[in-house]
């Protein structure tokens, strides 16, 4: 069930965007689709051919932020695949405990990149050692949040904003330099070429105080049309 936190009217969401512990429903979500398709042709026209897009919520905590660290700049099945393989091989299974016991080179021996298993156990030992406290981030404002967990190395803008998005399910976070809404934005302003990060990020600002709605809707469109 919903509590009366989480079933935020749009109304609600509209007025404490900025604020922390704000999460999408599923009847948030709808209720902010419905706005940003009333306020953008283009976001309609992916809603109207291939519906509203799934909330694709994440539980949060150190498991879902390793898998999202895995993500980066590989597909996302790849992804899954690495992260269970790792998480079956591991002693009591996907825990800080477990990787910084198990550190960079094990890890590396379990199939993660040189780079990734040093991003992953830092990861562990942040949380082990007490310098990141994940259940803080429900309590702290959308630039806060990213702000602190990009303190761990490995974590940048990307990551943080895809673990907001996500598992804290904020509603206005945008994720830069996401190649798929890229080749989505693109796609539904019909620009000749990739926009940069930058600009992505300067087109995705009429989408406020929804910018994680939208990129619901174009993720959903790009599948979609990929498929």
């Known amino acids: 069930m919903e509590t009366a936190s989480e079933g935020l009217s749009s109304s609600a969401i509209r007025q404490h965007t900025a604020g922390a512990d704000v999460r999408l ?104 050692q007490g ?20 303190r761990v190395p490995g974590i940048g803008p990307w990551t943080s904003s895809i673990y907001l ?10 994720p830069p330099g996401d190649l798929a809404l890229h080749k989505a934005l693109a796609r539904l302003r019909r620009l000749p070429e990739l926009p940069t990060a930058e600009r992505a990020t300067l087109m995705a600002r009429r989408w406020t105080p929804y910018r994680a709605v939208a990129a619901r809707i174009l993720w959903h469109g790009y599948l979609a049309e990929r498929q």
Do not use: C, N
């Open 25 to 128: 429903t599923r009847t948030t979500l709808s209720l902010a689709v419905d706005d940003l398709a009333a306020r953008d042709r283009g976001l309609a026209r992916i809603v109207t051919r291939h519906g509203p897009p799934p909330l694709w919520a994440r539980p949060t905590g150190f498991p879902t932020l390793v898998r999202i660290i895995l993500e980066q700049q590989v597909s996302l099945t790849a992804a899954r695949t690495l992260f269970r393989r790792v998480a079956e091989q591991l002693p009591g299974g996907m825990t800080p405990a477990a990787v910084v016991t198990t550190g960079a080179p094990g890890l590396r021996a379990l199939g993660m990149t040189r780079q990734k298993a040093r991003y992953v156990s830092t990861l562990g030992a942040y949380i082990q």
């Open 131 to 150: 310098e990141l406290a994940l259940p803080r981030l429900s309590r702290l404002p959308d630039v806060d949040a990213a702000a602190y967990l990009e």
């Open 165 to 174: 998005l996500m598992a804290l399910r904020r509603p206005d976070v945008w």
